[in-house]
């Protein structure tokens, strides 16, 4: 069984930043794909950004688009999510997925693993 954790989540007022970081229990080999989704409260879960193996592709979705970054660093199997010039709107529970893939995946079913989450709060 794989778990991935997240970090980095916490309260912040608007405009301000945050890293989440998220790393799985054990490490992984082989191609992965990972991405970020969200879930506000009484809101469906939704994708967020979405990186592949070499990083060489990316895909966010439009309301982070200019704001929000993805990373990765395969040596340490981490992904990242920088958020820049954060809004209330940003509000939401993070979740980290990964998925033994080549491509980009942005459609959350098709994800294999996911964290926990961690909490991001942005106070007006």
């Known amino acids: 069984q794989v778990q991935l954790v997240e970090s980095g989540g916490g309260l912040v007022q608007a405009g301000d930043s945050l890293r989440l970081s998220c790393a799985p229990s054990?490490?992984?080999?082989?191609?992965?794909?990972m991405g970020w989704f969200r879930q506000a409260p009484g809101k469906e879960r939704e994708f967020v950004a979405a990186?592949?193996?070499?990083?060489?592709?990316?895909d966010y979705t439009d309301s982070v688009k200019g704001r929000f970054t993805i990373s990765r660093d395969n040596a340490k199997n981490t992904v990242y999510l920088q958020m820049n010039s954060l809004k209330p709107d940003d509000t939401a529970v993070y979740y980290c997925?990964?998925?033994?893939?080549?491509?980009?995946?942005?459609?959350?079913?098709?994800?294999?693993?996911w964290g926990q989450g961690t909490q991001v709060t942005v106070s007006s």
């Open positions: 990186i592949n193996w070499r990083s060489t592709s990316t």
């Open positions: 997925a990964a998925k033994f893939s080549m491509s980009v995946v942005t459609t959350q079913n098709e994800y294999d693993y």
């Open positions: 054990r490490r992984i080999f082989g191609t992965l794909a």
